[in-house]
């Protein structure tokens, strides 16, 4: 086990320590009710970063390239392990409970901290947006999961090879939410929620699946493609892209064009 990670979990819980004393001389809610509540998804996300430290603890030295080394920046990805952790139970509708009280906690803190210029003269202003009864939930349940975290150590479970399989897929967006879609589910439901049992029926679809679709690009790419200069474009490439800040303007999508038709060239040459 290594200390220098061991090292870092303690640390982690003492600074909880020090968000929830300082939320609590701010009056614990009954005053500055948004900055006690932001203090206290900070103190949240250290207990959730202990969490996954304590989880990466067990039989490994590294971070390097793990699904928690890609999940100590999200914050909403912490504020679900301060609440939830498959070292006690794997149950995916707990994972999926986490997941929406992350959510509505960190879109609530954003409300509460950032003043919008864009926004409405009826909108509240961000030091309302959290009540006082908000801000003492968020810090009542902060010094919960701090006790909790301190009292289940670092040998509470067992992170073996499944487990750590079903946490790699987790911190995997897409493949999250292939494996919490209603079929899957479904089959949660069907195994008398025996969680490793559904783990390993999940770990075993999805690799079915990838096998499936290995086979049916292979068969597509040895299709032979239409002659030079035909009307039907000889390959085409379908993409969904996903971006909140900017907007994609013609020029970019004509130099994707012009990559296209580089890679097109290339393969014509590979066939002479």
Not at 158 to 177: G, H, K, Q, V
């Amino acid at each position: 086990m290594d200390e220098k990670l061991q090292r870092a979990r303690a640390l982690c819980l003492d600074q909880a320590e020090s968000f929830i004393a300082a939320a609590g001389r701010l009056g614990g809610g009954a005053d500055w009710p948004h900055i006690v509540y932001h203090l206290s998804l900070l103190a949240l996300e250290e207990v959730g970063k202990a969490s996954m430290l304590a989880a990466r603890t067990i039989g490994h030295d590294r971070l390097d390239g793990t699904w928690v080394e890609r999940s100590l920046d999200n914050h909403k990805r912490k504020l679900q392990w301060a609440v939830w952790s498959p070292l006690v139970r794997i149950d995916p509708a707990d994972f999926e409970a986490a997941r929406q009280f992350a959510e509505r906690a960190h879109a609530m803190r954003l409300a509460s901290l950032y003043v919008d210029p864009n926004a409405e003269l009826t909108d509240l202003p961000p030091s309302d947006v959290v009540q006082p009864e908000d801000a003492k939930k968020a810090l009542d349940l902060a010094r919960a999961r701090l006790d909790h975290e301190r009292a289940r150590g670092i040998r509470a479970g067992e992170a073996d090879e499944l487990t750590e399989w079903f946490l790699d897929t987790m911190a995997d967006p897409e493949r999250s939410r292939i494996m919490l879609s209603p079929p899957f589910i479904a089959k949660y439901e069907e195994l008398n929620g025996e969680p490793r049992e559904w783990v390993r029926w999940v770990r075993e679809e999805m690799e079915r699946q990838d096998r499936k679709m290995r086979v049916l690009a292979e068969e597509e790419l040895k299709r032979p493609g239409a002659e030079k200069g035909a009307e039907k474009p000889r390959w085409r490439a379908n993409l969904t892209v996903y971006t909140p800040s900017h907007s994609i303007r013609a020029k970019v999508l004509t130099r994707w064009n012009e990559r296209f038709d580089h890679l097109e060239s290339l393969l014509d040459r590979m066939d002479q």
